[in-house]
């Protein structure tokens, strides 16, 4: 198992990079749609809805990124970028607390609908208009990467308070502590040798935006798992050989990627 995840992640990562850095921008759209498109389905499986109800959710996805491209990326129109990636913050920071706290278990297809819109649909936004600063996408992306290393590492070494047992009993709060720190020594590292990218990323407010990515992140984790313990099940899919599924892959970027979207468009 070990090894299966080693070399997915290394292939992955690789494929990854290069449609990153050399792909046209429509090009890196159309990279990413297959995989908001599985995405779609892992969560529409999820939601347990029938085979008709999950091929319309992905016919929705399709034409809503179509919309997306048209209507928000090709013009640039940041008005619009900004009203959605402030819709899905409002999500992470209002709505996902109560709904973890609370323990909802939701099954009103619209709101699941919706829900997977919020997480699926606008971190692809986000991915496609953060191309234009592949290099910055990637450092923020790899906060992501460094938090779920560091966290797993020190939770499993030192872990003894759970972090929330009744949605995720491997997660403790070592293991966030881990992931703090650990971000924290990558901005440090990064900051002092490489130019940033973007002001906002730089100094004491970089670091403060480093480390609540970490905490969406955490956020993100957490809420990918409650949604798989209330459909019974312990990965989203099973097409990353050792990892699981899209969803698996993606759940601290859905909270993050487009908190960081936000903040660079209003920035700028």
């Not at 293991?175 to 990323?201: P, R």
Request: glycine share 8%; charged share 10%.
């Amino acid at each position: 198992m070990l090894s299966a995840r080693l070399l997915t992640a290394l292939i992955a990562l690789a494929v990854f990079l290069a449609a990153l850095f050399y792909l046209p921008k429509a090009g890196w759209a159309l990279f990413l749609l297959p995989l908001l498109l599985i995405g779609a389905w892992e969560w529409a499986l999820l939601a347990k809805w029938p085979v008709t109800g999950r091929v319309t959710y992905l016919a929705a996805m399709a034409t809503l990124s179509a919309v997306l491209w048209l209507f928000v990326v090709v013009p640039g129109n940041a008005v619009a970028g900004i009203t959605l990636y402030a819709i899905a913050l409002a999500f992470w920071l209002v709505a996902v607390p109560c709904w973890l706290a609370r323990g909802w278990r939701v099954q009103h297809p619209l709101l699941l609908a919706l829900t997977g819109i919020i997480l699926l649909l606008l971190l692809w936004l986000a991915l496609v208009q953060l191309q234009a600063q592949p290099r910055v996408l990637l450092s923020l992306m790899v906060i992501l990467w460094i938090s779920d290393t560091a966290a797993f590492l020190c939770g499993r070494r030192w872990g003894k308070h759970k972090l929330a047992p009744a949605i995720s009993p491997g997660k403790t709060w070592e293991g966030v502590a881990g992931a703090m720190v650990g971000v924290t020594l990558y901005y440090l590292i990064l900051n002092a040798n490489f130019a940033s990218g973007h002001a906002v990323l730089s100094g004491a407010w970089g670091l403060a935006v480093f480390l609540g990515l970490t905490v969406l992140g955490v956020e993100g984790d957490l809420f990918e798992s409650w949604i798989k313990r209330t459909a019974g099940v312990k990965d989203s899919g099973a097409i990353l050989p050792g990892h699981g599924g899209i969803l698996d892959r993606v759940d601290a970027l859905t909270s993050s990627i487009p908190a960081a979207a936000l903040l660079l468009a209003w920035f700028a």
